[in-house]
């Protein structure tokens, strides 16, 4: 009981983060409240649902009381009240998941500790706040564990472990198709050029998913929509930021197309899941492009960037 009280005391005497990291996370702020909103309708009432996690303990911002948490005052930079614990996540954390009961939030570490920069560290949260912005969206947890129970898991262990053939020769032969015309529609120098391609990928992405079973369409269709959408909006979000996150983010659209002649080049089984996030990505600039409503039929179907892509032809 008088460890617990020390420690508590200890708690509310330190001091709030550092300030570079709280300026940092209310820049964030400033962003998916802003362009956000208007990238997605509603995105700016998601808060800021955050622990930050540093060497010694955790700080909750924008977060009800949690048991084991003790109150530390307003952050004056992010408008949240705080909470503190002794650390209990692992500081090289970057995620968003269900950290609490009763929801998602994101767990993320310092940048020095992730080893990023501190454009590469923002943009990351943003990919974060996506999913915390998924998680809030009418019927997207159902409509997760629709998912999975249609591939025969109880708990949410097939999200990171189903079994896709990625190292089916057939099927990864078929995916570096529909790479090279990704690849295409990213560096087209002309609208016409860009259709031509956009048009050949589809056709490519038919034929890859056909040679996979039902359940394994599925799986595509969530990751695509879960995770590439997520890339595409942290990547679209980063160029309305400041002038080190437009330049981080011009180089990481670059690195669509350099991640598709690695795929070619190491192979898809060797990149797995993360191809799919790749492609989920430029699916999303793909509709994007094309001028339709896509993100207003996202919001009501999620896993459903295959339909839409037809629907354009």
Sequence with gaps: MILSMLMGAALAEAPMPPRPERTMLAEVQRLYRGAGDRLWPGFGKVP?????IGPDRET???HAAVK?????GRDPLTKCHLQVRPRRLSPDLAAAYPVFPGGQSIAIGYPATLEMSPAYWKTTILHEAFHLYQSHLPGYAQAVQAVGR??????GGWVLNYPFPYAD???GEAFLAMGEAGLAFLTARSTEQRLAARKAYVAARETALARASADDRLYYEFQVGQEG???WTELTLARQGDAAMRADALDRWAGLATSLR???EQGFKTWKRGALYVYGAIEAEMLERSGVDWRQAYRRQPF????QLRRLD
């Design 169 to 171: 020769p057939k099927v």
């Design 60 to 62: 909750l911002f924008c």
């Design 48 to 52: 800021l649902d955050l622990v930050l």
């Design 229 to 231: 959408v997520a890339r």
């Design 262 to 264: 690695a795929i070619r």
């Design 304 to 307: 459903a960037l295959g339909e």
């Design 150 to 155: 249609s591939l025969g898991s109880s708990d």
């Design 68 to 72: 084991g948490f003790m109150a530390a």
